[in-house]
């Protein structure tokens, strides 16, 4: 592997400012929370409200929906997107969203802060090259069987074409065990904070699949040295329209983050 | 998983006609050949020159190409379309190549026959909806590591648009083995011919990685039910600028069709 | 990997003789084929008497069964043998089962005629040992994630402690797919023919896991360069012990063996 | 799954006593360390005597060694069991060391406190019925690429048999990663303390393959619930004759027990 611009020779770990006092990166970690989809106006804020009470300000919820079957709900598409935007506007919230062609990326930044590239989508080099030439920040999702390499080299295509606010996210990868979704490789964290630039946040919502395990890999995560965790999160999870079984109520959310915030006093960082 | 369109029980197996004298489906089997890349005109035009003369009438060859790292050569991108096109004018050839963002899919089929999806696109739903609103025929590649279920219902997602002209391709999974490049997953050829509609062809070529077992596992794909081949060649293997491993020359590849022609006359099918 | 005794540049193909008349290797292909467990004597012998009207002389069938649950049938253990020796002597078979503990291996060879090392064991080097000791043919089966490089390793330690009688037995390997039961690597087949001097077996029920693609991969296996097959079979699939969805009746058998015959016979080598 | 033994549903959770003052399981946790191989005697006396400086009671270290190539370094064998024994003598400290022979689990049993029972041999059925019959304390290593599920049968194996003593231990399963040596999968730390009646440890050396991820990946392992660690580490680990890219110094341990001690204080646990 040749030197890339994302390894830790090429410059100095790379911070990211979200707004004025939010940035991941170095010392500072990021919890994202919200619904797999946004499913209507009113859960959404209420949400987001709920969120908001526990101190989270980045909040998640998908539009555009990639699914597996066409005959799935896939997403309020631009209704999702305003959605998003008036919530942001009335809760001072940072708002993320995963954008999957590339004629949607210019329009969706005048609604939303984050662009979430997915899974699905992480081979996408049109994709990649489109959001590189814009300065907005991007949660890079590792493919679900890319290698740490492909995944890097993905985060390169967007830096060369100019944009370097990338947040890299480990959600699980493809294995024979079939207990859990996805097998979250914790490794990959480790690995790629020891050697190269771009902070890396985990989602142990996708990376487990279950719901009572969501928990203990948010704790191993962080000490593992993740800069962050994105978290499926619903006031009442039972009926969320996907993602149920991975999904957890606020006050569990909150757990965590105080859980976090204990590990994070003994290693010296400040979430 | 519910009844698809591309299940057996909905529907007679589909054949396809890709021009007068040529389908693919029920006993008719096809070879499609030719580079990784579309390198220059030139070169181009002699592959398919001897390609010709050995019988073969559909052409393939990159213009758009999908590579891990943006530091390695990208295609010729709309160059490469108009090479095709002439090539495809002078010899009277089908001719096919990849397409990877929704924004070249009406305009690339002024050039070309038949579109491919690449294996790094197969979950890309916005480039699958757009090829189904066509009536193209589409080479619909498994991704990496999608499972057979996830494939088939890439493929409905095409065929819920509108286009039923669907011919997946097996191409190799990813496993643990690395002696080869992939690991040619044929069981889920004689799967899917049991249970669904779609013709299926298979790549040898990134199925093995290497050259030498692109003749072997040609034949076994036959035998075990394939309805046809799509395999990279070249004038000069070794000096192909992708994929020279996995290239054979066009010598090796007439061998290889006298070979699956005694198979076929075994089995009573045609070529 | 260095160079090892299996390695062609260590020495000639190997042809093993199984018994005077039956020799496996080069142009000979056998086909070894019974139940995957001794269930009783009366069945054990009926299976026998049908697969000897088929032209078949090897008969496999498991007396040691290596279960997942310990709560699961583990065979008939010593009485199982005798049951194969039994039937070898009545009908002039050559006989063929597991064996799993270094205890049993030279008590096994008073009964049976090739020791087969099962998926589980291909990393039991002290069981790999004791059979290196003898000079029974043996069985060796690729362990369900083994890479082709250690599998050719385990084959050493056999070869290096002076048995050289070694079959190779592709049976699937663990890849995330779960249509099938595993995935038969066929490339595995056509490297080892290209490089190694072992002949090589493939095993399509276990391969697959369904009855119905047990054709279909036979034959594969055989255009892929596989020195033969086995196949598990029984006269009344549907209630045998273990195994009942992958086991097919003796007539489809021999449907099987009648089209490995007509590929034999075009590409020059008998069964 | 039927309800199994090991399940939480069949009682309570397992305590393991080691030694008068040392157990397992519970709120207890122990560390495990030693080099891959026993060498000679002195350098096995070094380590131990280092060990036992810095706090760590229950020392490991191969006598009979399970490697891939017949060629490499197959271990001491019983003059390795004797080493460990007059180490633990000398020291007062617990031994580990692995059987892989069901031949020599009741004669080891007189020089070692521990049997692991290895990746490679966690099918060997056999064995794991030769160890249910003793009462000593098991490491079960979990199978390269078994299943959770399988790995549960297995000490289901050993507990039905009449031996409870079992300490499971998650050493990192085959992937198609190649950058760490295996994936490590703490997914199935936090599964199997959700479910399951067993200690499970975390061999971070092994499911890693990278001395420079042996630190984080030990503490998220503790994070994710471990209750324990075992540790590949030498005086002099770049001249460990196996394993040694995997294998840190000691002063490197002591840093990785200190910091487990915080996060221990924060959760409530003692070491």
Not at 203 to 226: F, K, Q, W
Request: charged share 25%.
């Amino acid at each position: 592997m040749d030197r890339l611009l994302v390894d830790k020779l090429s410059g100095d770990p790379i911070k990211i400012k979200l707004k004025e006092s939010q940035t991941i990166g170095l010392k500072n970690k990021i919890v994202i929370s919200g619904p797999c989809a946004i499913e209507n106006y009113d859960t959404m804020r209420a949400i987001a409200k709920e969120l908001k009470n526990i101190g989270i300000n980045i909040l998640r919820g998908g539009a555009f929906k990639p699914r597996t079957s066409p005959y799935d709900f896939q997403g309020l598409e631009n209704e999702g997107l305003s959605i998003l935007k008036s919530i942001k506007d009335e809760f001072d919230m940072i708002v993320s969203t995963e954008i999957m062609d590339t004629r949607d990326v210019e329009h969706a930044l005048d609604y939303i802060d984050i662009i979430q590239i997915g899974s699905r989508n992480m081979y996408n080099y049109s994709l990649l090259k489109e959001v590189g030439k814009t300065k907005a920040p991007v949660i890079l999702k590792r493919g679900i069987s890319a290698t740490i390499k492909e995944w890097l080299y993905a985060a390169e295509y967007i830096m060369v074409n100019g944009n370097e606010n990338i947040i890299l996210c480990e959600r699980g990868i493809r294995t024979f065990e079939t207990s859990t979704r996805n097998t979250l490789d914790l490794n990959a964290v480790a690995y790629i904070k020891n050697k190269y630039r771009l902070p890396i946040i985990v989602d142990p919502s996708h990376g487990t699949g279950l719901r009572e395990l969501v928990a203990p890999m948010s704790l191993a995560a962080i000490a593992a040295g993740a800069d962050g965790l994105i978290i499926e999160s619903h006031i009442k999870p039972d009926i969320s329209i996907s993602d149920s079984a991975q999904t957890i109520d606020i006050l569990t959310l909150k757990d965590i983050i105080d859980k976090i915030n204990i590990i994070g006093e003994a290693y010296g960082f400040s979430n």
